[in-house]
């Protein structure tokens, strides 16, 4: 069978005006993830992104831990969903939920995992950037693009919603699981699948082996 490597993005920075990009550290993890690949000799014949530049910094990093120089394909399917937009579209009800988003990282987290749900149940009642089927079909069709039969090692480099689905796609799980999975899923962490034309299978989950040294447990980070 063949391998699925997926990586989440590096810290990215939240709290500032643009999150979409690596904090300095972010990319630090990225640079230790690329050393860890060519410590173990991995070589990729396809490598994938998300379109995000989160996505593409990540790769950067990943490339130059690697030393070598990385030909890379796009695939918006694998970028996140857009957590403000849904967070915009809860309603009067949810007020708390909405003044969320504008707190500390712990008071977010918690509440876009209410939101998430909120969104899978369709029970968000303003106007959306996207619907959870057109989420989960996304992901489906990116998945499906990174894994076509002529390859033979891919890497993909993505964020938490799309892993956190296909991860739950490889167990058959219901989707419900894979907002579970999601907000599990550290920076720059791995996760192995295998496929062939019918079948993925999850090998591992949310790994940080580069990381896991006594002076970068410091760089385990989840936003």
Same mark, same amino acid.
């Given at each position: 069978m063949?391998?699925?490597?997926?990586?989440?993005?590096?810290?990215?920075?939240?709290?500032s005006?643009?999150?979409?990009?690596?904090?300095?550290?972010g990319?630090?993890?990225?640079?230790?993830?690329?050393?860890?690949?060519?410590? !173990?000799?991995?070589?990729?014949?396809?490598?994938?992104?998300?379109?995000?530049? !989160?996505?593409?910094?990540?790769?950067?990093?990943?490339?130059?831990?690697?030393?070598?120089?990385?030909?890379?394909?796009?695939?918006?399917?694998?970028?996140?969903?857009?957590?403000?937009?849904?967070?915009?579209?809860?309603?009067?009800?949810?007020a708390?939920?909405?003044?969320?988003?504008?707190?500390?990282?712990?008071?977010?987290?918690?509440?876009?995992?209410?939101?998430?749900?909120?969104?899978?149940?369709?029970?968000?009642?303003?106007?959306?950037?996207?619907?959870?089927?057109?989420?989960?079909?996304?992901?489906?069709?990116?998945?499906?693009?990174?894994?076509?039969?002529?390859?033979?090692?891919?890497?993909?480099?993505?964020?938490?919603g799309?892993?956190?689905?296909?991860?739950?796609?490889?167990?058959?799980?219901?989707?419900?699981?894979?907002?579970?999975?999601?907000?599990?899923?550290?920076?720059?962490s791995?996760?192995?699948?295998?496929?062939?034309?019918?079948?993925? !299978?999850?090998?591992?989950?949310?790994?940080?082996?580069?990381?896991?040294?006594?002076?970068?447990?410091?760089?385990?980070?989840?936003?």
């Amino acid at each position: 069978m063949a391998e699925l490597y997926l990586v989440r993005h590096g810290q990215a920075s939240f709290g500032s005006d643009n999150y979409d990009q690596l904090s300095p550290l972010g990319h630090q993890q990225a640079v230790w993830l690329g050393d860890y690949f060519k410590q !173990r000799n991995l070589r990729f014949d396809r490598v994938v992104t998300g379109t995000q530049l !989160r996505h593409h910094q990540t790769l950067e990093g990943i490339a130059q831990g690697m030393g070598i120089t990385v030909d890379a394909q796009t695939h918006p399917g694998f970028n996140e969903y857009d957590f403000y937009g849904l967070f915009a579209a809860l309603g009067d009800e949810h007020a708390s939920l909405k003044a969320s988003a504008k707190g500390d990282r712990r008071a977010f987290y918690a509440a876009l995992k209410q939101v998430l749900k909120l969104w899978m149940n369709k029970q968000l009642t303003g106007p959306l950037p996207e619907h959870w089927d057109d989420f989960y079909k996304r992901v489906q069709d990116a998945t499906t693009f990174a894994t076509r039969p002529s390859a033979r090692r891919v890497l993909v480099v993505s964020s938490g919603g799309p892993i956190g689905t296909v991860t739950g796609m490889a167990l058959q799980a219901p989707p419900e699981m894979g907002v579970e999975l999601n907000l599990q899923i550290r920076n720059s962490s791995l996760s192995h699948f295998y496929f062939n034309d019918t079948t993925l !299978r999850l090998a591992t989950f949310n790994t940080l082996g580069h990381l896991d040294h006594p002076d970068r447990l410091h760089a385990i980070t989840y936003g």
